[in-house]
């Protein structure tokens, strides 16, 4: 079965960096959509950075400038660079990608990996 499994998260100090990672496994990124997404502790889940299949990336206005989002499609993985971490960044972190096998295409949510900031 396609699935999605994230890593890189962690307790980490404000000012600090990590970089998140979610493979993809049983398929390959089909081409649409792939993101990272938040969910902190009370709050809805939040968009954070978006690799649209054509136009520009789109980054939440709360990680712009510190955090990146990248690609590297030949071994299946979508990457997020954590710069500057601040302690309103602590949340649930989960990858949203498009997949595709040789019988399906469809969307996937990781099971998460937690980043926690202190101040």
């Known amino acids: 079965q396609p699935h999605l499994v994230e890593s890189g998260g962690g307790l980490v100090e404000a000012g600090g960096s990590l970089r998140l990672s979610c493979v993809a496994y049983?398929?390959?990124?089909?081409?649409?959509?792939m993101g990272w997404y938040r969910q902190a502790p009370g709050s809805q889940r939040e968009m954070v950075a978006l690799?649209?299949?054509?136009?520009?990336?789109n980054y939440a206005e709360s990680v712009k400038g510190r955090f990146t989002i990248s690609a590297h499609t030949a071994n299946n993985t979508l990457y997020l660079q954590m710069n500057n971490l601040k302690p309103e960044d602590t949340a649930d972190y989960y990858c949203?990608?498009?997949?595709?096998?040789?019988?399906?295409?469809?969307?996937?949510w990781g099971r998460g990996t937690r980043v926690t900031v202190s101040s």
């Open positions: 049983e398929s390959t990124f089909s081409g649409s959509d």
């Open positions: 949203h990608a498009g997949l595709q096998t040789a019988f399906r295409r469809s969307y996937y």
């Open positions: 690799i649209p299949p054509d136009g520009p990336i």
